[in-house]
């Protein structure tokens, strides 16, 4: 590793997409890594999780997490595998659910490249996974859990703070200070009215503000989630059909059955079962249970949340559901149809039109759920053409990203950054805030270009 004489920020993920979370920061022989994702969406994206890493995984001192979500952590087995052999920060709650996350990823990996060499559906003739359980397992050895608002001291004049940024159980913002200069990682902020997370922590300004931009383009429409939930359960239930819940299995899986908890408990909904087919997600539900100061539900409707489905736990426990004609909910990861038991499910029910897919947050370019938001009735899966006939429904009212208004609310009364960088956005989104920030705010701001390395200038 060389000495870098002037700090430096470098982009190495979450440029011209909204996945694969990555930011290098270099101060003299020390590399910190904020955020180590993976990429998702369209092929050439996630082609990049194979390449070999922008920079020797032994060269980087630490990495510091600003949530678990994969497209901020899925790399890390891959970096521990390669070489990495510092700490893993994050907040408690962040580091429990990584705990779920990562395994869970070396595990579908080896079941997809398995199915997919039994099937002989792959262009390769012996598929592999990018990582495996056991190097996730790995991984997590090296986490070293941090408060929120604690100082961290990651040595040569570099310190850095984790902030509530809400979103999701343990997401952050992070604070980093290198020899008085301060640069504020956003993370994924969090919607100031989200019926689970507590509101995120303002910004208080930085010298360098690098911002998320996922809904940088849209302001979320003025509904009640539960208003558009009762009313897709409703008529789907009438017409005698299965509703498909493909949803993030942290944070997405609980919004979800919280709604349907209370719905239920108002009697505004038909007492259909609730299968929650994602072990991960029902074991997501205890860590909520676990850290209750960090969200707003009550007590007794974290329990409610909690008792409400039947848990799915094994593999003919999921076949026999798809044998099951009679009405139904099945809340299932992944919340973007890229894999998982969903996409069994899909292929049982998706081809009914008394069915129905609803989808219950962002959809990344590239993804089989924002094939079906753009109107595309067809979806490759498992190496076949599946026509899609169940009805589509794209909930308005589940997000857990702040709007373009809501990031700008966010950032509005700080003083000015130098500079402000928009970044984890499609291009149209990224572009669309980029230019809100310039003309409203009156700030300098950029989108950068994907491995752009940037100098991080003396404070004034």
């Known amino acids: 590793m060389q000495d870098t004489d002037q700090p430096s920020l470098t982009f190495l993920g979450a440029t011209g997409t909204v996945t694969g979370s990555r930011y290098l920061v270099e101060q003299g022989r020390r590399r910190i890594l904020i955020d180590c994702g993976l990429f998702q969406g369209f092929k050439q994206l996630r082609l990049r999780n194979w390449n070999p890493f922008p920079v020797p995984p032994e060269s980087i001192s630490d990495v510091l997490l600003t949530h678990a979500h994969l497209d901020h952590s899925g790399y890390l087995p891959a970096l521990v595998r390669n070489g990495f052999r510092g700490r893993i920060h994050g907040t408690p ?8 996350l990562l395994p869970d990823s070396g595990h579908l990996q080896e079941e997809e490249a398995r199915y997919a060499r039994r099937k002989a559906y792959s262009k390769h003739r012996d598929p592999q996974p990018l990582y495996t359980l056991d190097d996730a397992k790995a991984a997590l050895e090296h986490f070293d859990p941090v408060p929120f608002d604690t100082t961290l001291d990651l040595g ?49 300004g930085a010298d360098i503000l690098v911002t998320e931009s996922t809904y940088g383009n849209r302001k979320h429409p003025p509904v009640y ?49 609730v299968y929650l087919n994602t ?34 736990r094994t593999v003919e426990e999921s076949k026999a559901l798809n044998r099951e004609v009679a009405p139904k909910i099945i809340v299932s990861a992944s919340g973007m149809l890229t894999g998982g038991r969903i996409l069994h499910h899909v292929v049982s029910f998706g081809q009914d039109p008394k069915n129905a897919i609803v989808l219950s947050g962002f959809q990344a370019g590239g993804t089989r759920g924002a094939a079906l938001v753009s109107g595309k009735r067809t979806l490759r899966i498992f190496g076949e053409e599946i026509p899609i006939r169940a009805e589509v429904i794209q909930l308005e009212g589940l997000s857990g990203h702040a709007d373009a208004d809501e990031l700008l609310a966010w950032m509005g009364t700080a003083k000015p950054p130098r500079m402000t960088y928009v970044t984890h956005g499609e291009p149209d989104a990224a572009d669309a805030l980029r230019f809100r920030i310039e003309h409203e705010l009156g700030w300098d701001v950029r989108v950068p270009e994907h491995l752009e390395r940037v100098s991080i200038k003396a404070p004034r």
């Open 93 to 100: 709650s962040t580091t429990e659910l990584c705990g779920l």
């Open 156 to 204: 040569d004049g570099i310190s850095a703070c984790f902030i509530p940024a809400g979103h999701l159980l343990g997401a952050a913002s992070i604070r980093l200070t290198i020899d008085g200069r301060v640069i504020h990682f956003s993370g994924d902020v969090g919607r100031p009215t989200d019926p689970m997370m507590r509101s995120p922590d303002q910004f208080f």
């Open 225 to 273: 989630a539960q208003t558009e939930l009762a009313e897709v359960i409703n008529k789907v239930v009438v017409r005698g059909g299965t509703i498909l819940v493909p949803a993030f299995a942290v944070g997405r899986v609980q919004g979800v059955m919280l709604q349907i908890a209370q719905l239920r408990r108002r009697g505004e909904i038909p007492d259909v079962p």
């Open 279 to 312: 072990p991960m997600g029902a074991n997501a539900t205890e860590i909520y249970h676990r850290h209750h100061g960090e969200h707003r539900v009550s007590w007794d409707d974290c329990k409610a949340m909690f008792d409400l489905a039947e848990r799915v």
